[in-house]
Nanobody, 121 residues
Framework: VQLVESGGGLVQVGGSLRLSCVISGRTFSTAAVGWFRQTPGKEREFLATSTWSGAGRSYANSVRGRFTISTDNPRNTVYLQMNNLRPDDTAVYYC???????????????WGQGTQVTVSS
């Protein structure tokens, strides 16, 4: 199983970005996907999760209403649409996969390499 993120970059406050994560080698152990982020000195923070069919979708309070997780099954790709970005959204963003959305929220076993998002004020 391999997860590869892309789409990070520099954006101004109030702007939007869409992150992508392509997952190769999908199995039953990657039936759910999600996104986390991490800043230096802090634990990795759960953001959103979903199954590939869109069931079991849930979000952290810090991003609910601003971020949206979605999936494209034929392309084996999961997205994180981020709107109304704030400086405290600056972090390295990671894609994650596991057996269920609850397992992903507890940190599934598969991770991407991360992509940097920087929000400038």
């Amino acid at each position: 199983v391999q997860l590869v993120e892309s789409g990070g970059g520099l954006v101004q406050v109030g702007g939007s970005l869409r992150l992508s994560c392509v997952i190769s080698g999908r199995t039953f152990s990657t039936a759910a996907v999600g996104w986390f982020r991490q800043t230096p000195g802090k634990e990795r923070e759960f953001l959103a999760t979903s199954t590939w069919s869109g069931a079991g979708r849930s979000y952290a309070n810090s991003v609910r209403g601003r971020f949206t997780i979605s999936t494209d099954n034929p392309r084996n790709t999961v997205y994180l649409q981020m709107n109304n970005l704030r400086p405290d959204d600056t972090a390295v963003y990671y894609c994650n996969a596991g057996t269920t959305p609850a397992a992903v929220q507890r940190r599934g076993p598969y991770w991407g390499q991360g992509t940097q998002v920087t929000v400038s004020s």
